[in-house]
Structure formats: C-alpha cells, structure tokens
C-alpha cells in the first residue's frame, strides 16, 4: 500500500458527461501527480500541483481540468467525455519542494470507461 | 525533452533464471532513475531507485545499475519467481523539474 487513496475504483460512463475521480496523497506529501494509462499511450503525465499551485502541465486536454485542495487532496475533472478518453486515471504524489528529483508513490488508480 | 527508451518490450523466462531489463535516456541532466512495477488492475509500484553519483544498488534479488557515460540502467532480477510477473517501468527525472519520463513498460512473464 502507497499511502495514496483514490476514488472512485471503477467508472462508467456515457460519451459527452462529465466525472471527478479524487485522490488523496501520502500524509506529509505536498506534490500531486495526475496520468492517463491506455494500452497504446503508456503512462501519459497530465499535470501537477504543488501545495495548492499548478506546477506543471504535460498532454492535458482542454476538457480535462484539475485542482488541489486546502487539505491537499486534488481532483482531476474530465468533461464532454469521449471514448478514447476511457483510460486508467493514476494520481501519485511526492514530497516535492526540493532540488533533488522525487520519488513517486502511485496511487491504485480509477478505470474509466465511457460507453 | 527527455526521452527513455526500454527494451525489450516482453521478456519470458523459466523460473529461476535471471531477467534484465534495459533502459536507455537522453538528457545527460537526468539523475534520478526509480523502477515500478505494475501487477494488472495495480498502480505502478516502486521496487528500487538509483541516483546518479552511485554505480549500482541491490535490494534481495533486485538490482540496477547505472551507466551514466553511455546514459543507460538496467534492472536485474535474480532467481526469478512467477510472482514477479508483471510490466516493469523504467523512468528517468532531474532536480527542478520532478516529472519523470516513462519507459513503455516491459511485460515479464516468469514460467513455473
């Protein structure tokens, strides 16, 4: 077990909806995390929040949008969903703030699927 | 940007021999280098890191090694077991920017 928590574990859904899939970090980490997993794509970075801020932004769609709480749990927004966007959504979080590269704890992920 | 380039994609092997698993990085900057492995239905999990100012770390029957000159690092499994079956990802990161860039993953079937 990582320490990180995500919610829901299973999501199906209808083309053109919108879902929130939760994730709560590591207790002490400051760094979230957000990927997409398809079987063509590999583990796609999406994007990244650090105490509240976005920090970094990789292959994010306009649709998708994210956010990171008070309490440091973030949440990933999927809208006007399609049916390649059916994926295995992972959050992983770091310490973060530091010079030196982190280390990622992975979260249990949330299937995605859109029908 | 950094590109990591892991080989071979499927690696089956009898139980008990030794796996290796090979990667390869771009950015010379790059010195932070973990490995995950990834049960299906699982998150990816971390099994082992090297950074860059050391040539090798084991941990039991895991260990990797680094070649920062030639910009490659390999994951050893020694004496295999069907339990270790599962994709493995290789990632490489540097300080100041903590996204690290994935491998595609090697699928590694352990036969009994």
């Known amino acids: 077990d990582s320490g990180v928590t995500q919610t829901p574990k299973h999501l199906i859904t209808a083309t053109g909806q919108r879902v929130t899939l939760r994730c709560s970090p590591r207790s002490g980490d400051l760094s979230v995390y957000w990927y997409q997993q398809s079987l063509d794509q590999g583990l796609q970075f999406l994007i990244q929040?650090?105490?509240?801020?976005?920090?970094a932004k990789g292959n994010i769609l306009e649709r998708f949008s994210a956010q990171q709480f008070p309490d440091l749990h973030s949440e990933l927004n999927l809208s006007s969903l399609e049916l390649g966007d059916s994926a295995l959504y992972f959050c992983?979080?770091?310490?973060?703030?530091?010079?030196?590269?982190?280390?990622?704890?992975f979260g249990p992920g949330t299937r995605l699927t859109v029908l | 940007g950094e590109n990591v380039e892991q080989h071979p994609s499927t690696l089956s092997v009898q139980e008990g021999d030794s796996a290796v698993i090979k990667c390869t990085y771009s950015?010379?900057?790059?010195?932070?280098f973990p490995w995950y492995k990834q049960e299906l239905g699982k998150g990816p999990q971390l099994i082992i890191d090297i950074r860059s100012n050391v040539g090798e770390k084991k941990d039991q029957r895991i260990a990797v090694t680094l070649n920062k000159t030639a910009k490659h690092f390999s994951l050893h499994i020694t004496e295999t077991q069907p339990e270790d079956s599962a994709v493995y990802f290789c990632?490489?990161?540097?300080?100041?920017?903590?996204?690290?860039?994935f491998g595609r993953g090697t699928s590694l079937i352990v036969h009994p």
């Open positions: 929040y650090y105490n509240g801020e976005e920090r």
């Open positions: 992983a979080s770091s310490v973060g703030g530091r010079l030196a590269a982190d280390t990622q704890y």
């Open positions: 990632a490489a990161s540097k300080g100041g920017s903590y996204i690290p860039t």
């Open positions: 950015d010379s900057a790059s010195n932070y």
